[in-house]
């Protein structure tokens, strides 16, 4: 028998020949989750029903379970054929119905269906999560995106619970001591999108009426939180994005309902289960949060309710265009919060902090076009990354600039019209905006989503004053541009806008026609995707008033062009980190801050010079310690400052008085100390030897919270001897009970502090484990094994060796493997490169 390893990996190939012949109609799904509160029960009854019409005699249907018990063929029993992913079905007519019963699992490591325990009141709560290929842990079916069905639930769950799906219940029957709740069937989506949930799970009600159409709202989270849920603003953004997308799509909000629920050890931000959204408990502040973070919630609100309509109700064929839903998802995240909410500083926060991340993915080995290769399963679960995302998003702003955004809107319509509950590919999407703008977007998709890499753009002066705008895309060669290019002057120091002069560009060299500034900004804007250098003067300029900068869009491509100019190893680390402490202090949108202070902690890590290394943490602690006293009492900076000191105290021991008065309630006036920051006090202390086993158990014991545990996990781990270490290493490896919440926190303590010294006897045998971790657990959990402990080493020698002895590897491992490789190279040559 083939491993269920082997045949869960399921290929382009088989599942497009799977659709060739089997056209689904309807899928019942029966769950009896009432065992749930059971710990010893690690299973549940799953039984599904398809009908589906076949022109084939034989297929499979998708299940990774227990087991299963029965399989009937149009009523008639048949002998189970089983390996653990895939379900052999034969004799099939033109029309079937197959009925399979099977035990399903319950998730620790949030693949599936999720189980958890709420240490605070010892409640039950499921939920679960499928994308890319996980509905088949709950219920069997045809795991691919192209076959689409009507789902009709019916769940069988303890008296008192919360039990929902995409659709609202039709029917439920109340029994003795438990419910069972009958859907009503959704309208044809794909496997990956349907959802339940069920549990004692706190509920809030709103409405959003439109015309003659009335939506009810829903916004849950575990009861332990229920004090903590920011309702009203949740609905509120919810009611405005539904206005704004009902408008911008002229396409009604089709899926009956809408539910927002937010659960815990959820591997994601969110996800897009029409009728019934998952967020991260991560958006549910527990103590003090920044607005910064609650524009981030908004903007994933936002970003999963435009899925409602690219992704659910119009749906990529297969994985390849994945980027079809994502990036434009990114992009209307960003601009609904823009323009229909009060985080009007949306696109500020997009070019700082999300484009840095498609900027780091797209200059990996690894890296590739926005419309993939994706070959298998394996490889679309890696490829939920910061190009699908972020790039895309990008390019798509791009778009456009080009097309005009009246333009793009009736293409989007057209294309939902069209295309309404069926699937698509990239052709199709440009196929309708060319009907409507009169543009051939055939060259510019040849050139932006069908190529990988990012283009470098810089301005060089010529020693008779002309300048000439550079472009360097790599192998992808030149592409086209749009953009603007911003003239700031000095004026009474601050930078002051004068003009900003818009052109296109083709060619690795455009002549330019500009005057003199102190600060030539390219890209201004942002209207391209493109890493922007700053000439010599623009770099001192900033360097003595970046800050005065009035607009944040413009500060943020600022700090953006100064860090990409840092891990290209460009910008000496120890100037960007001048830059940083002189102008930090005065950022004040606090996303913005929020970022460059995550930057400068990386650079000090990373990117230092060894030798300065020591000095610049104790300077960068310093800076972050000023800067809290100094803020503003009660403001968002004040916040940021806070958790940036806290980090940067679990690598020196020159501020543990100043923690420590924190801790005991002598914090600068105005902070709110709440759970969160004194852990992260707390776990800086136990980093550096300045903590004991006691009181982190006491400070557990004062937070007994699910997030307090994994803040125990986590700080204890940190501690600073070889025995804790190394019983940490052995737990991530070995302890299958770990959650992937836990299993997280217990790689951040084996890696705390940067202690080589404590951890470096662990290099040889990571690469030793890593091939059995793919293989035996979920690609979740294998992931952030494989990533989380890859060793920090002084040379690439190690991996090397692997990647030459390794070649038949999965691919999906080789390419973790091969970006964690390049980021290590990048710091040890950054380092190498810093002046003396």
Same mark, same amino acid.
């Given at each position: ?624 310690? &000023?800067?809290?006293?100094? $803020?503003?009492?009660?403001?968002? +900076?004040? #916040?940021?400052? =806070?958790?940036?000191? @806290? /980090? %940067? ?56 919270? &699910?997030?307090?545990?994994? $803040?125990?996990?986590?700080?204890? +781990?940190? #501690?600073?001897? =070889?025995?804790?270490? @190394? /019983? %940490? ?67 690439? +020698? ?8 390794? /070649? ?29």
């Amino acid at each position: 028998m083939t491993s269920a390893n082997a045949t869960a990996n399921l290929s382009r190939e088989e599942t497009a020949a799977r659709a060739a012949h089997i056209t689904v109609r309807a899928i019942r799904v029966e769950l009896d989750l009432t065992g749930a509160p059971q710990r010893a029960r690690t299973g549940f009854p799953s039984v599904t029903t398809l009908e589906f019409d076949a022109s084939a005699s034989e297929t499979w249907i998708d299940f990774i379970g227990e087991s299963v018990s029965r399989v009937e063929v149009n009523g008639e029993e048949r002998e189970v054929r089983y390996d653990g992913a895939r379900i052999l079905i034969d004799g099939l007519r033109a029309q079937n119905l197959v009925r399979i019963e099977g035990i399903a699992a319950y998730s620790r490591s949030g693949e599936g269906m999720h189980r958890f325990l709420d240490p605070v009141d010892g409640e039950t709560y499921l939920y679960t999560q499928y994308e890319p290929a996980d509905a088949r842990r709950v219920m069997a079916c045809f795991e691919q995106p192209d076959m689409k069905a009507s789902y009709t639930f019916d769940i069988t769950a303890p008296a008192g619970w919360h039990v929902l799906s995409n659709q609202s219940p039709a029917r439920v029957h109340e029994g003795i001591g438990m419910q069972r709740v009958e859907f009503a069937p959704t309208l044809p989506i794909s496997s990956y999108i349907t959802a339940v949930a069920a549990g004692p799970y706190a509920r809030i009600d709103g409405e959003w009426s439109r015309g003659e159409q009335h939506i009810d709202l829903g916004v849950l989270c575990r009861a332990s939180l229920a004090e903590h849920l920011e309702a009203d603003e949740i609905l509120e953004v919810t009611r405005q994005g539904l206005d704004f997308f009902s408008d911008a799509f002229a396409y009604a909000y089709p899926w009956g309902k809408y539910d927002q629920i937010f659960v815990p050890e959820y591997n994601l931000g969110a996800m897009e289960n029409p009728g019934l959204v998952t967020f991260t408990e991560a958006y549910i502040h527990r103590g003090a949060a920044t607005d910064a973070q609650r524009g981030g919630r908004a903007n994933t609100i936002l970003h999963e309710m435009a899925h409602m309509w690219f992704g659910d109700l119009v749906t990529m064929r297969w994985w390849d265009d994945l980027w079809l839903k994502e990036s434009f998802a990114d992009y209307m995240g960003s601009h609904a919060s823009a323009a229909a909410t009060r985080f009007t500083d949306a696109w500020a926060r997009f070019a700082n902090s999300r484009k840095a991340w498609a900027y780091r993915q797209d200059q990996l080995p690894t890296t590739h076009p926005i419309v993939a290769d994706i070959p298998d399963l394996e490889a679309a679960k890696l490829n939920f990354d910061g190009i699908t995302y972020a790039k895309g998003a990008a390019v798509l702003k791009q778009l456009v600039a080009f097309v005009g955004e009246d333009a793009f809107f009736e293409g989007a319509r057209r294309y939902f019209a069209a295309h309404a509950f069926g699937n698509t590919t990239l052709g199709d999407l440009l196929d309708k905006l060319e009907e409507v703008s009169g543009h051939d977007l055939r060259a510019w998709s040849s050139a932006w989503l069908e190529t990988s890499g990012v283009a470098t753009l810089w301005l060089e002066t010529d020693a008779d004053g002309r300048r000439v705008l550079r472009q360097d895309a790599g192998a992808a060669g030149a592409r086209p541009h749009r953009l603007r290019i911003g003239l700031y002057d000095l004026r009474e120091g601050r930078l002051v806008l004068r003009e900003r002069v818009e052109l296109s560009i083709e060619r690795d060299s455009t002549e330019v026609d500009l005057a003199d500034a102190d600060l030539m900004l390219l890209n201004d804007d942002d209207l391209t995707y493109a890493k922007v250098r700053l000439d010599e003067r623009s770099l001192a300029t900033v360097a003595d008033s970046l800050s005065t900068l009035e607009d944040d869009l413009v500060r943020g491509l600022v700090w953006s062009s100064l860090w990409n100019a840092t891990r290209d190893g460009e910008l000496p680390a120890e100037r960007y980190l001048d830059i940083v402490r002189r102008h930090a202090p005065a950022e004040s949108n606090v996303a913005l801050l929020a970022a460059v202070l995550a930057n400068g902690a990386f650079a000090v890590r990373h990117y230092v010079a060894d030798e300065a290394r020591d000095g610049q943490s104790r300077a960068w602690a310093d800076s972050t310690w &000023a800067a809290l006293q100094s $803020a503003d009492a009660g403001s968002d +900076a004040q #916040l940021a400052w =806070a958790r940036a000191f @806290a /980090a %940067a105290s679990g690598f020196v021991t020159s501020h543990h008085d100043a923690v420590r008065s924190i801790l005991e309630g002598d914090a600068p006036r105005g902070l709110p100390v709440d759970a969160d920051l004194r852990w992260l006090m707390l776990t800086a202390l136990a980093t550096t030897g300045a903590a004991a086993v006691d009181q982190i158990i006491a400070e557990h014991t004062r937070d007994d919270t &699910a997030s307090g545990r994994t $803040a125990e996990i986590r700080a204890l +781990a940190s #501690l600073p001897d =070889a025995g804790t270490r @190394a /019983a %940490a290493w052995d737990a991530a490896w070995n302890d299958l009970s770990l959650s992937n919440d836990h299993l997280d926190a217990t790689i951040g303590g084996f890696r705390a502090g940067g202690r080589r010294d404590l951890i470096s006897g662990f290099d040889e045998e990571y690469f030793t484990r890593i091939r059995e971790a793919w293989s035996t657990r979920s690609i979740e959990l294998a992931q952030r094994l494989v990533v989380g402990l890859f060793p920090a080493t002084a040379d690439t +020698a190690l991996v090397d060796a692997w990647l030459e002895g390794n /070649a038949d590897a999965p691919g999906a491992l080789r390419r973790l493997i091969i970006e964690s490789r390049d980021d290590l190279a990048r710091e040890l040559r950054v380092r190498a490169a810093q002046p003396a």
